[in-house]
């Protein structure tokens, strides 16, 4: 895509070719400043808030690179129950969340987030919001290559990709990876399951909106299924 005049890209189809064929630096580049957004927006705990070390201390046998790329954990201090990873290694786990689940679950959930990553679920729904949002038009602006957005752009394409669901079979593969990522680093596995029955309670209208709360497949499914992993890797 290279040398592909820039006035055929900025048509709709064009941005949605180039948002398919976005390079695992483009996705990088884009992560970096959507990260950098929602830091900007939320309220990003400091590192003596006792949420920063109750995490910094859970995390201590949790991976400290994503795709190769370093870790970055943070908490937003906020009600709302909530954690995503991009591509990038940028990790931000919700105070909502934390206070909600014991360290165990929220391990659980971590390993399903950077599961999304190393599956190449968030660099597809990065693409898949960068198409739908009003950065794609730095593509032709810049000549088919993703360059600096705008605050207001990157926050718009940060909101669509935490806002944005998966698929069910990318939710059931998360779950798995999640699993797999625990029993090798020889880690409580039941905390997934429990995870998921604390969603599953709290499955409703105030769910709505993150998508680790999505309803498909229902957190009680999946609860069942961790459950269900469990109890056949004792026997
Ligand atoms: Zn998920």
């Known amino acids: 895509m290279k040398n592909v005049d820039t006035g055929a890209l900025s048509t709709a189809g064009g941005t949605a ?24 927006k939320n309220q990003v705990a400091p590192a003596n808030n006792k949420y920063t070390v109750r995490l910094n201390n859970m995390i ?10 370093p870790a970055s954990y943070k908490v937003y201090l906020t009600e709302d129950v909530n954690a995503w990873a991009m591509a990038n290694g940028c990790i931000r786990v919700y105070s909502g969340l934390m206070d909600l689940m014991t360290d165990d679950e929220v391990r659980g959930v971590v390993g399903h987030e ?19 949002s009003a950065a794609r038009a730095l593509v032709g602006a810049v000549g088919g290559t993703v360059g600096q957005m705008t605050q207001s752009q990157a ?53 709505t909106g993150s998508s680790l709360m999505s309803s498909h497949p229902p957190s009680a499914a999946r609860a069942a299924a961790m459950q269900k992993r469990l109890d056949s890797a004792k026997k």
Not at 60 to 69: D, E, F, I, K, W
């Open 17 to 40: 070719y180039k948002a398919m064929s976005l390079t695992d630096g483009e996705i990088a580049t884009m992560s970096d400043q959507s990260c950098a957004a929602m830091d900007q």
């Open 60 to 69: 201590r046998q949790m991976p400290t690179t994503v795709n190769g790329r």
């Open 114 to 132: 950077i599961g999304h990553v190393a599956l190449g679920h968030s660099k597809s729904r990065m693409q898949t919001a960068y198409a739908a």
């Open 155 to 207: 926050g718009d394409l940060a909101e669509k990709f935490v806002n944005a669901q998966f698929s069910q079979s990318q939710e059931s593969a998360a779950d798995n990876y999640s699993f797999d990522l625990l029993t090798e680093r020889k880690l409580e596995r039941k905390g997934l399951v429990t995870a998921f029955e604390k969603l599953a309670k709290l499955s409703g209208p105030s769910a």
